[in-house]
Nanobody
């Protein structure tokens, strides 16, 4: 059974950092593009970042220069390092996988989703 499990969320003060992890089970994560998305209550889900099979990355304008996505295929895990966090980064963060996306990755069209992890940025 294909499964993605996010971890690393929590409460952090503005300007702080968190690292989210997305661990895959039941499939080899290295064969998929992986994306991170976030959603606030009552709002549409927003694409945050993605990493292609070959390691190319893509970021939403709102997080460029602050967030970094990376993958460790040996651990079947993708990470999202979030620095200089702002209150507007508060949301539930989800990771997702999609077939294809070898050289580049879009922030849409993902097939498999995790359950999400809450990130709250507040003083």
């Amino acid at each position: 059974q294909l499964q993605l499990v996010e971890s690393g969320g929590g409460l952090v003060q503005p300007g702080g950092s968190l690292r989210l992890s997305c661990e895959a089970s039941g499939f080899t994560l290295g064969f998929y593009a992986i994306g991170w998305f976030r959603q606030e209550p009552g709002k549409e889900r927003e694409g945050v970042s993605c990493i292609s099979i070959l390691g190319s990355t893509n970021y939403a304008d709102s997080v460029k220069g602050r967030f970094t996505i990376s993958r460790d295929n040996a651990k079947n895990t993708v990470y999202l390092q979030m620095n200089s966090l702002k209150p507007e980064d508060t949301a539930v963060y989800f990771c997702a996988a999609r077939a294809g996306g070898t050289r580049t990755c879009p922030l849409e069209g993902y097939d498999y989703w995790g359950q999400g992890t809450q990130v709250t940025v507040s003083s």
